[in-house]
């Protein structure tokens, strides 16, 4: 039975494939082009596939949340290049007073129990989603920069909890990630970053 995200996946992915000819998708994604019609790209520290009527990630078909939002990410892709600076907070998005809370309580709060981890594991995460080191004078005990989606990145800022303070953890947007994805989009772009992170740390030992 197909379920409601797949139906939207796939009427997104016609609505890009009707309008392929006027898009150059290998420069706008930016993607490699695998034949006629499927275009591969990094997305959420895996690689994705799009073609017509579907969606993979690592050679598996994504029919929920993530393909949902790689789908809106692809169509409405536009030759802008990605402008990293300067970083901006969720709230500071025109009209996302209504996803402000959901984007905090998923977005951030689940990371506030694997701050020491997620430094330790910084490098794994970092390598998965082809990311840097956050530039000093960024604030925090550590940062650093990923890359969900080509054009979208994320800037997670962490304090370390100590003797007075618990721990911290602020997601920041790249300048103009809103050109490349709805208002709603984006805060689900942050939440799947922050379960991938979460799964690349693993368990507790």
Known sequence: ?????????????????????????EEWLPARRRGPFFYEFPAFGETCRIGPGEITLSGKPENGPKGLIISLYALHTKPDPLIPAPFK???????????????TANS??????HVVRVKAAS??????????????????????LVYPLPKIALEYVFY????DFPPSVTCLYSANAERFMPLDGLADVAEYTTRKIIDLIGPPL
């Open 89 to 103: 907070a969720f709230r500071d998005f025109p009209g996302s007073m209504p996803y402000q809370g959901a984007f």
């Open 160 to 163: 370390l909890p100590d003797e």
């Open 123 to 144: 490098g794994k995460i970092l390598e998965a989603f082809q990311g840097i080191k956050g530039e000093p004078g960024t604030g925090g005990d550590f940062s650093f």
């Open 108 to 113: 951030e709060r689940p990371l506030l129990p």
């Open 1 to 25: 039975m197909t379920s409601n995200y797949e139906k939207i996946i796939i009427e997104n992915l016609a609505r890009l494939y009707h309008t392929l000819s006027e898009k150059n998708l």
